[in-house]
């Protein structure tokens, strides 16, 4: 039983990229696999009893300060990975079809570790549902947001263990845009109801969310579609990556938005039907 599971594993693991082997955390996937399963057993079970008989910590500044940080991290990220890849002048991926270059660069090993500094962004981002212990926020502690930050990560290990850069930088690039806007939509929203009033475009960030990964099932099918040297391995993980986390932000957007909205609907016509009857009651009452 033992063999049967060792013969797979030693035989993916002689796939694996060489330039990345012997690096922190790339070597085995276990150190990541512990890392993300610490995480989920935190906010999902240490954590809230930890805070169970405490008061919410009053945490706004260092949130603040986090949000302003992430932001800042991930513009720097997307300006230095864009000019790697895609956006000249540096830049010069193809969009449509890229093959993963495994030659030994300069600019290829500092797109690795790139890829490797933003596996590390991403393990930072669990402290978003930390914070969410913290302050006693347990309805934000939802399945899409825990597997949001568990699988992120791990994707990106994937992709360094067995091939950074090519057809599978563009996904992570709009990703990284995405949370410019998303971290400074939660910056403000730290401030508190002074600022409510300017965050109505909370639903279209849920929007954007949702087209980044209808943009990324369309990127990752090309591959599948036109030979470009880059392997068909990737483009499915990508895919079925992209189509879970459109599916689950779907959900969140229906219950979100379209229950509020009939749950707003049914309360204005309950209303309107009591004051009509209020009106027939009145015009009933004898004199």
Not at 135 to 158: C, E, M
């Amino acid at each position: 039983m033992l063999e049967s599971l060792i013969w797979p594993y030693e035989w993916l693991m002689s796939k694996s990229d060489p330039r990345t082997s012997d690096w922190p955390l790339i070597g085995s996937p276990f150190p990541i696999w512990s890392i993300i399963l610490c995480y989920i057993y935190v906010v999902k079970s240490l954590g809230p009893r930890l805070m169970k008989n405490r008061p919410p910590m009053r945490i706004e500044s260092i949130i603040i300060v986090y949000n302003i940080l992430m932001v800042i991290a991930s513009a720097g990220f997307f300006h230095y990975g864009g000019q790697l890849t895609y956006i000249p002048p540096g830049g010069n991926f193809s969009i449509i079809c890229e093959r993963v270059d495994y030659t030994v660069t300069d600019k290829n090993m500092r797109l690795l570790h790139l890829s490797w500094w933003l596996m590390i962004l991403k393990m930072i981002e669990f402290l978003d549902t930390i914070f969410f212990v913290l302050r006693k926020k347990s309805q934000q502690i939802s399945a899409l947001h825990v597997t949001h930050h568990s699988l992120v990560p791990w994707g990106i290990w994937i992709g360094l263990k067995f091939g950074a850069g090519g057809h599978n930088a563009f996904v992570p690039l709009i990703n990284l845009f995405v949370h410019m806007i998303m971290y400074s939509y939660y910056c403000l929203a730290a401030f508190g109801p002074r600022l409510r009033r300017y965050l109505w475009w909370k639903r279209y960030l849920t929007q954007l969310q949702m087209i980044q990964f209808a943009i990324a099932i369309i990127h990752s099918c090309i591959p599948l579609i036109m030979d470009c040297g880059f392997q068909p391995f990737f483009a499915y993980a990508m895919i079925a990556h992209a189509i879970l986390f459109w599916i689950m932000f779907y959900n969140f957007y229906c219950k979100s938005y379209y229950s509020t909205a009939i749950s707003i609907n049914n309360n204005n016509n309950n209303n309107n039907n009591n004051q009509s009857e209020n009106i027939i009651q009145q015009h009933q009452k004898p004199e």
